[in-house]
């Protein structure tokens, strides 16, 4: 069977591991938030309780949220206590709004429980976000096209490098990415692509 690299598959392997850097951050915050209150035992073993009793994790409270989050950002993801039990908290900005869902931790079910205009600040960062990955996806597609033996393995965010520092340019403006390809008989090659 063959499998085609398209942009919704990059497009979705990049909201996968933003959601894991998100589940990242959101667990250690977790940990630091239980570990650093030690005079509040009895809301520390129901946050505990609630979350034990959770059959949704906050990776599949983010997976509920996906096709509505396609071309914008999550900023924020927390498990919150409830009266008996807890829900997910996510803060996604999508064009110039921010939305804050809840997810029920125990059925997974999804409401959308508030929606107001972005910051100017997120709102740029959001947009950002959904061209970087355009553009990332069609820089991968482009490798890909050169030569269909080969396809895409591994693809890596990278510094243009260069002197653009003295010109003022920013950041996101250098990036390139750098596509590592193979074929069916082992040979790899690598193309990078300016973003």
Not at 28 to 46: F, H, M, N, P, R
Request: aromatic share 4%; charged share 40%; glycine share 6%.
């Amino acid at each position: 069977m063959k499998r085609h690299t398209t942009t919704s598959s990059l497009t979705s392997t990049l909201a996968r591991l933003t959601r894991a850097t998100l589940l990242g951050a959101a667990c250690a915050a977790a940990s630091l938030a239980v570990g650093c209150d030690q005079s509040t035992d009895d809301s520390q073993t129901e946050v505990a309780r609630q979350l034990d009793d959770a059959d949704v994790t906050l990776d599949d409270a983010l997976a509920a949220i996906e096709d509505e989050v396609d071309e914008g950002m999550v900023f924020e993801a927390d498990f919150e206590m409830g009266v008996d039990d807890g829900y997910y908290t996510i803060v996604a900005v999508q064009g110039d709004d921010e939305v804050i869902y809840e997810v029920d931790a125990r059925t997974g079910e999804r409401e959308e429980a508030e929606r107001r205009a972005a910051s100017r600040e997120r709102a740029a960062r959001a947009r950002r976000h959904a061209d970087l990955r355009r553009r990332i996806a069609r820089a991968v597609r482009e490798a890909r096209e050169e030569d269909q033996r080969f396809r895409p393995l591994r693809l890596r965010l990278r510094l243009a490098a260069g002197d653009d520092d003295r010109r003022g340019e920013r950041a996101e403006e250098r990036l390139e990415v750098e596509v590592d390809l193979a074929d069916r008989d082992g040979r790899v090659r690598q193309v990078r692509r300016a973003l």
